[in-house]
């Protein structure tokens, strides 16, 4: 069956580390991938996606993913966090042009001052 | 630009009540999408369109239905609302890469 697994529930940094949230996949084929990021009591923004091509994606807010075919994995990363990025953090997936996404569980990002 | 918009944004149901969520969208998309969120589970489908006349179910459609008469709209009915979806609800869409979410609709089943 497809999924997508997000291993860590819930990571705290603090504010001027870097970042990594780690995503894996199983798709019969590569999917596309997707990062998502959710405020509280707020609906889901698009960071990044990766569709074919570069393996590292560029997003908003100075956020990245590399994405890597062996791993089956899309890790969304950030050089250095601030304050305002403490929120929610999805990696979605889905089989080509259907529209349909497949969530992981979700990260909660806390940042300590 | 209104995006995806999602009315009620909260609502409180008694058990064996019925109700409509309404989702709207005016960028012309062609696929939408029905999802509930659970803490510690993510966002997981309900329903999805297509296209207008077109629906099928996802991963977890028991309890909802959908209709797609046109384009723009695409409403989620809760049949005889129970405890178990006491959830936020999120309607998407996309033109199948890219989904865009509305603000969502916390109902609560009591």
């Known amino acids: 069956a497809q999924s997508v697994t997000q291993p860590d529930i819930h990571i705290t940094v603090s504010e001027g580390a870097s970042l990594e949230l780690r995503c894996n996949y199983s798709y019969g084929a590569t999917p596309y991938l997707f990062w998502y990021v959710q405020s509280p009591g707020q609906g889901l923004q698009l960071l990044l996606k990766?569709?074919?091509?570069?393996?590292l994606v560029q997003g908003i807010k100075g956020f990245e993913a590399e994405f890597k075919r062996s791993q089956s994995s899309f890790n969304l990363k950030k050089p250095s966090v601030h304050w305002s990025d403490a929120a929610e953090y999805f990696c979605a997936a889905s089989s080509g042009n259907t529209g349909k996404l497949i969530f992981g569980q979700g990260t909660t990002l806390q940042v300590k001052p | 630009n209104a995006g995806v918009t999602q009315t009620p944004k909260f609502q409180v149901l008694k058990t064996g009540q019925s109700m409509t969520l309404q989702c709207a969208q005016d960028?012309?998309?062609?696929?939408m999408s029905w999802y509930r969120q659970d803490p510690g589970m993510g966002l997981r489908l309900i329903h999805y369109?297509?296209?207008?006349?077109?629906?099928d179910q996802g991963e977890v459609p028991n309890g909802y239905n959908v209709s797609r008469s046109t384009t723009e709209d695409f409403p989620l009915r809760l049949l005889s609302a129970a405890p178990s979806q006491t959830s936020v609800y999120f309607c998407a869409s996309s033109t199948g890469g890219e989904a865009f979410f509305g603000q969502g609709t916390r109902l609560t089943v009591v």
């Open positions: 990766y569709f074919s091509g570069d393996t």
């Open positions: 960028m012309n998309h062609e696929y």
């Open positions: 369109s297509v296209g207008a006349g077109i629906t």
